[in-house]
């Protein structure tokens, strides 16, 4: 190296979830665990690191923490609430002991067609990372933790309707935080009009996935260059706008194939395909396997012999 060439600057990691792999892309994708069960691990420490596609609500009950969101230090006290979208380089030092929950959520969980109607209702807590103190408000944080407990209670002991008692207690956790938010100034990291277009692209694919859009299509409404489209994607996903599209078709695929019992053909033609064989090409392509391999495959995993 020259010996006036600057220094490499370090890598800031992405993961799935703190190192695990493979859990992001997971159709049914919902995690939760106490803050003590990780960070103790770790000196109580989680250094800087970000998750591509996923939705962080840290939830402190007791004790504080150093918040490092997006290159800024915040100190938060128990009880309060921070709020992390996919991408924004976080981490935290917490105190010795502290209680709370960290809930992780797919953000394709989020902008889901069949919340149409509460998405513009939570879209300010997509759009940049927030802090949000609950000093005062000891009614939504009692709602907030007895709810997260609850979410806690399901995942690891599985019973009738996970799905459905997953999705309705994860709507009542971010919508008490939403009006929170409407009630009180909120120190937000800002993120400028780059995140607020990448979501508005994002339900822009939500709405029209089926429909097949062309990516110059998505650019024409956003009113821009397929090529800043591109360059979004790529910074806030990882890649092209492409490849989000079909990412969103895919995940739509595994759904049907998992909680359905219609054939391959019948989910094709769902998903907007004319020619069957062309779906079962593509899906095969991206999962590494065909669309009744894959089902075989996700029965044998939820019923074991």
Not at 238 to 264: C, F, H, N, P, W
């Amino acid at each position: 190296m020259h010996p006036n060439s600057p220094a490499p600057v370090p890598l800031i990691e992405s993961y799935d979830l703190y190192g695990e792999a493979g859990v992001g892309d997971d159709p049914e994708f919902v995690h939760i665990e106490d803050i003590r069960s990780r960070s103790r691990l770790y000196q109580w420490r989680i250094t800087p690191h970000s998750h591509r596609r996923m939705f962080q609500v840290v939830y402190i009950d007791g004790g504080g923490a150093e918040v490092w969101l997006d290159g800024a230090t915040h100190r938060m006290e128990g009880p309060g609430v921070i709020c992390i979208p996919g991408g924004v380089v976080h981490g935290f030092t917490f105190e010795p002991d502290t209680e709370g929950w960290v809930l992780t959520v797919s953000e394709l969980q989020l902008i889901d067609a069949r919340y149409r109607r509460s998405r513009k209702l939570l879209e300010p807590l997509f759009h940049a990372p927030l802090i949000l103190s609950l000093e005062g408000a000891p009614g939504d944080a009692a709602l907030l933790n007895r709810t997260l407990e609850q979410m806690n209670v399901e995942f690891h002991w599985p019973r009738l309707g996970r799905e459905s008692m997953f999705e309705w207690l994860m709507r009542m956790v971010l919508m008490t935080i939403r009006r929170r938010v409407e009630d009180q100034t909120v120190r937000a990291a800002d993120s400028g009009d780059r995140r607020a277009r990448f979501v508005r692209f994002r339900q822009l694919v939500e709405d029209h996935y089926r429909d097949h859009w062309p990516v110059g299509a998505y650019a024409e409404d956003l009113a821009v260059s397929q090529g800043v489209l591109n360059r979004l994607c790529q910074g806030f996903a990882g890649k092209g706008a492409g490849e989000v599209i079909q990412d969103r078709v895919m995940l739509e695929a595994e759904r049907l194939l998992i909680y359905t019992s219609a054939s391959a053909a019948q989910i094709a033609y769902e998903l907007g395909y004319q020619d069957p064989a062309y779906f079962s090409r593509a899906f095969k392509r991206r999962k590494g396997m065909a669309p009744g391999r894959f089902r075989a495959d996700r029965m044998k995993r939820q019923y074991p012999t």
